[in-house]
């Protein structure tokens, strides 16, 4: 008898990944996880207590991807950066995109940890200097708001064709500056 292969919890998590890239978070179950590992059920149980914890496992693989993304961007700008990313994991993950950012999900609300992360990019960005961690995420969360709504169109494919990659970085761009720019002046203002 041949010797049973054996499956890393990394294999398992990127098989499942793939599951949920192509058809969502809900196709991932074990069985179905067993079978794009061409294995049985057992080396999924012995490395995850349930789906659920697949399941989780899978969202946070999928949170640095989307780092990842933003990360390769390295335009020397940071902030913009994260927007570029962003809209370019809606475009590449769009299945994910929905199940993440579209339906009520307890595993994607805001917290300390995504905004500590925004803000550790920010402030390396030349163009956001001397704005305290509360300024920086006043910033962030409008910029979340305008982006959110950017990324929902690409994920759903319903912009104009006319706006191209290019079209969405010029608009993320424009928002950006606005937003700093009223910042800055209301800053100046106090």
Same mark, same amino acid.
């Given at each position: 008898?041949?010797?049973? +292969?054996?499956?890393?919890?990394?294999?398992?998590? +990127?098989?499942?990944?793939?599951?949920?890239?192509?058809?969502?978070?809900?196709?991932?179950?074990?069985?179905?996880?067993?079978?794009?590992?061409?294995?049985?059920?057992?080396?999924?149980?012995?490395?995850?207590?349930?789906?659920?914890?697949?399941?989780?496992?899978?969202?946070?693989?999928?949170?640095?991807?989307?780092?990842?993304?933003?990360?390769?961007?390295?335009?020397?700008?940071?902030?913009?950066?994260?927007?570029?990313?962003?809209?370019?994991?809606?475009?590449?993950?769009?299945? $994910?995109?929905?199940? $993440?950012?579209?339906?009520?999900?307890?595993?994607? &609300?805001?917290?300390?940890?995504?905004?500590?992360?925004?803000?550790? &990019?920010?402030? &390396?960005?030349?163009?956001?200097?001397?704005?305290?961690?509360?300024? $920086?995420?006043?910033?962030? $969360? +409008?910029?979340?708001?305008?982006?959110?709504?950017?990324?929902? &169109?690409?994920?759903?494919?319903?912009?104009?064709?006319?706006?191209?990659?290019?079209?969405?970085?010029?608009?993320?761009?424009?928002?950006?500056?606005?937003?700093?720019?009223?910042?800055?002046?209301?800053?100046?203002?106090?």
């Amino acid at each position: 008898m041949a010797p049973r +292969k054996k499956f890393t919890k990394q294999a398992i998590i +990127k098989a499942a990944f793939e599951i949920a890239r192509k058809e969502g978070l809900d196709a991932i179950t074990i069985r179905r996880v067993a079978e794009q590992l061409g294995s049985s059920i057992a080396p999924i149980y012995v490395n995850f207590k349930n789906v659920d914890e697949l399941i989780q496992a899978v969202i946070d693989h999928t949170k640095e991807v989307a780092k990842q993304l933003i990360l390769e961007q390295n335009s020397g700008q940071p902030f913009r950066d994260m927007g570029i990313g962003g809209i370019k994991f809606a475009r590449d993950y769009s299945v $994910l995109y929905r199940d $993440l950012f579209m339906k009520n999900n307890p595993h994607m &609300q805001q917290n300390e940890e995504n905004f500590e992360f925004a803000i550790g &990019q920010m402030k &390396q960005d030349p163009t956001l200097q001397g704005f305290t961690d509360k300024e $920086l995420k006043d910033i962030i $969360l +409008k910029m979340d708001i305008f982006h959110t709504g950017l990324a929902v &169109q690409v994920a759903n494919g319903i912009l104009p064709d006319f706006v191209t990659e290019e079209k969405m970085i010029e608009m993320i761009d424009s928002i950006a500056e606005d937003v700093i720019i009223a910042k800055y002046v209301k800053k100046e203002e106090e």
